[in-house]
C-alpha cells in the first residue's frame, strides 16, 4: 500500500461523516429550499481546508461559490485546474418510493442513500478531502479552484451570467467536471463532453373554461390537439421527423466512433435497473451509439384535464406538454426550437405556443490534449488499465459549452468522479458505494501531484 492509499484509508471516516452531514442538509433549487443553509457548509468547508472563498451573488438568482487554494511551497503556481460542481439537488419526491430518509444519509450495505449524495455532493467532498490530504502532508502541487453554483438541477439559468461577470476568477488551464460513474462492467468513465440541451414547453388553448363532455362532436379538444401535434414530430419507428432536425450535425469522426467501444452499454442491466415494460427502441447493437451520438426528442410530461380518482366527463380547457430534445455537435438550441415552431406551423398547429424554457450547446474536448492524457494515466495507474471507458460525450447534458465560451474553447473539460451505474440519481434510493467514494479520494490525489510534476503521459494510446 502507498502512502497516499494509508492516508486515505485512515481519513476516510471523517470524509463520510462530513459528507453525511453535508447530504442531511437539504438544497433543493426547484423548490428554494436549504441554499442559504448549504451555502454556509460549504464555506466552512472551504475554510478549513485552507482555502478561500468568495460568494457571487450579484448576477441574480442563487449564490454561486468561488474557491481558491493556492499551491503549497514546492508547488507549481504558473499550473491552476478548476472544478465545476454543484451543491443544489433534485427534490425528492415521490418520498414513499424511498427505502430509507432521503436527507439521512444512512449506510447500508456499504453503500451511503442520499439525495444529491451521487449528484452531486459526493464529488465535491472526493475533491475538498483530496485537498485537505495534501495540506496536511506538503500542501498542494498546484493551484485548485472551484465554481460550485446552486441552480444545475434548474437549468443553470444565470451561470453565464456569472461566467460573463467574472471570468477572471475561473481562468484555469483545464477543467474537471462535476460527476461520472463506474459503468455495469465496473470500468470508471472519463468523459470528454456533453450533449445540448433545448427545453420546451407547449401549450394549448381551446377555451376559457373546462366544458360538458357532450360538446365533444362540435368543438376542438385541445387534448386530442396536443396529442396529434406531438405526434407529428415523430414517426412510428421513432425517427424524429420535424423538417431539417438532423442537418447541422457534424458528421461523426470515425476515431471517436473507435474511441468509445471500451463504453459497455449493457442493454440487459438497463432492463434490470429501470424495470423496463417494453424493448429499446434501437436495435441492441446500436444502442450504444445512439445514446452517445444521436439527438434525442423526449416528451417529459403531459398535462390536460382531469386525472383524480373517478370520472368526469370534460372537454379540457387547455393542455401543457414538456419537451426536451438532446442536442449533438453542430445543433443548437435556437435552430431546434426554430424548426419546432415552423413544424407546427406548416402542418396546421400554428395556434399551438412554443416557448423555450432551458437551453445548452453541445460540448466536446480535444481528447488529445495533454491534460486528457493525464487524467487516463492516473486513472489506468488507480483504477487498473482494463477498468477505464473513455467517452467522447455523455447522453446528459450541462453548462460545458459556457465554460469553453468565456473561459477557453481549447482549454479541456473532463468528468470523472465518484458513482456508479446503480446511483439512481434523479430517483428514489440514490447512492453511491463507499469503496467507489475512497478509490476516489485516492485518485485525486495522484492526479493533482501528476499534474503538479508535468507529466508528459506522451505514452497514452487511444487506439
Known sequence: MTRWEQLVKEQLPEAISVLQDYCRQPSISAQ??????TVHILTELITKANGKYQLLNDCGGNPVVYAVFEPGPNGDPDKTILFYNHYDVQPPEPIEEWNYPPFGAEIHDEKIFARGVSDNKGDLIVRLQAISILQNNGGLPCRVKFLIEGEEEIGSPTLENVLQKHADLFQADASIWEWSQKNKGEKIEIIMGVKGMCYLQLDCEGSELDIHSQYGSVLDNPAWRLIQALASMRTVDNRISVEGFYDQIVPLAEELLQWSRDYPFDTQGVKEIFGLKRPLIVEEKNARDAFLFEPTMTVCGIESGYTGQGTKTILPKRSQAKLDCRLVPGQTPEDIASKIRAHLDKHGFDDIRVSVLSSLMPFRSDIHHPFAKTVITIAQRVYGDNHIALLPNFGG??????????L??????VSIGCSWWGDQIHGPNESIRLADFEQAIRYMVELFISYGQAEACSSVSFE
Open 397 to 406: 447534458s450541462g453548462p460545458m459549452s459556457l465554460f469553453g465560451q468565456y
Open 32 to 37: 428554494g429550499i436549504g441554499i442559504l443553509e
Open 408 to 413: 477557453g474553447e481549447e482549454k479541456p473539460i
